[in-house]
C-alpha cells in the first residue's frame, strides 16, 4: 500500500518548456489536490479534484492546468513554465467512496513532493 | 482565505510541553479542527482531529473551548525530531477546497 506517489520527484526545467506531474492514489479516494509550497511559505492550493472527470481551481491555478480521467491519478501541467513556478509540489488525496468513511475519511494524505525549479 | 490563523512562530525546550495555539473565531458547527505538521521539506502528516470534545493520541492532545472558537495542539514532551512546522485547518465533513494557512514554526531547543 504505497499511499500517494509523486512522479518526478526532482525537475529542472528552462523557461518555456512544458511538463507534466503525475500523482498516483491507491486508497480509492474521491478527491485529489495540486498545492506549492515556495520557501518559507505555507502550502497553496493550485487546483483540486473531488472525482473522476471533474477538476476545481485553488487559490493560484494560474499557468497550470490538470487532468483527472482515472480516479487514482491526479495530473498537474505547466504547458509554459516561468521563473515564479519553481516551487515545490505537493499533491494529497482523501475521502473514500461512502460506505468506506470511518473518522479518518476527511484525514489528507500527501506525497513525498516534486521539487521543480524553472530557469 | 485561511479560516485560522496561528502564530508564525515558537520555541519548547526540549523536553517540556508545547502548546500550540490556534484560532478559529468564525468556526462552523459542523467543521472540525485537523491539525498536521510538516517536518522539513516532507509532505505534511496527519496529526490528530476533533469537533468538540477533547482529543488525545499517541502523538498529541486537542483541546477545543467550549466555544469552539480556538483549540490548541498539546505536544506533551517535546524532542528536537518535533521541530516542524505545524497546521491548524478547520473542515466539515465532505469539505472539497481545503485551504491552509502559514501554520506555525516550532523549534525545539535543546
Known amino acids: 500500500n504505497a499511499g500517494v506517489t509523486q512522479t518526478p520527484k526532482f525537475r529542472v526545467l528552462k523557461t518555456g518548456q512544458s511538463m507534466t506531474l503525475l500523482c498516483a492514489q491507491d486508497m480509492n479516494h474521491e478527491y485529489m489536490y495540486w498545492y506549492r509550497q515556495d520557501p518559507g511559505m505555507g502550502l497553496r492550493l493550485i487546483h483540486y479534484s473531488v472525482g473522476e472527470g471533474t477538476t476545481a481551481k485553488g487559490e493560484v491555478p494560474d499557468g497550470y492546468n490538470v487532468s483527472r480521467l482515472k480516479k487514482q491519478n491526479f495530473l498537474l501541467g505547466l504547458e509554459s513554465a516561468a521563473p515564479s513556478q519553481t516551487s515545490v509540489y505537493f499533491c494529497?488525496?482523501?475521502?473514500?467512496?461512502?460506505?468506506?468513511?470511518?473518522?479518518?475519511?476527511?484525514?489528507?494524505?500527501f506525497g513525498a513532493g516534486s521539487r521543480l525549479t524553472v530557469l | 482565505d485561511a479560516k485560522t490563523t496561528q502564530p508564525t512562530s515558537m520555541d519548547c525546550a526540549e523536553g517540556r510541553a508545547a502548546n500550540l495555539p490556534c484560532n478559529h473565531s468564525t468556526i462552523s458547527g459542523n467543521e472540525y479542527v485537523y491539525w498536521y505538521r510538516q517536518i522539513h521539506s516532507q509532505g505534511p502528516q496527519y496529526i490528530i482531529h476533533g469537533l468538540k470534545n477533547n482529543e488525545t493520541n499517541e502523538m498529541a492532545s486537542l483541546i477545543i473551548t467550549e466555544d469552539r472558537k480556538s483549540s490548541t495542539l498539546i505536544l506533551p514532551h517535546a524532542t528536537l525530531r518535533d521541530t516542524a512546522v505545524y497546521y491548524c485547518i478547520v473542515r466539515a465533513e465532505g469539505d472539497d477546497k481545503i485551504i491552509f494557512g502559514k501554520g506555525t514554526r516550532l523549534h525545539i531547543l535543546p
Open positions: 494529497a488525496s482523501s475521502y473514500p467512496p461512502l460506505g468506506q468513511r470511518k473518522w479518518w475519511a476527511n484525514v489528507l494524505t
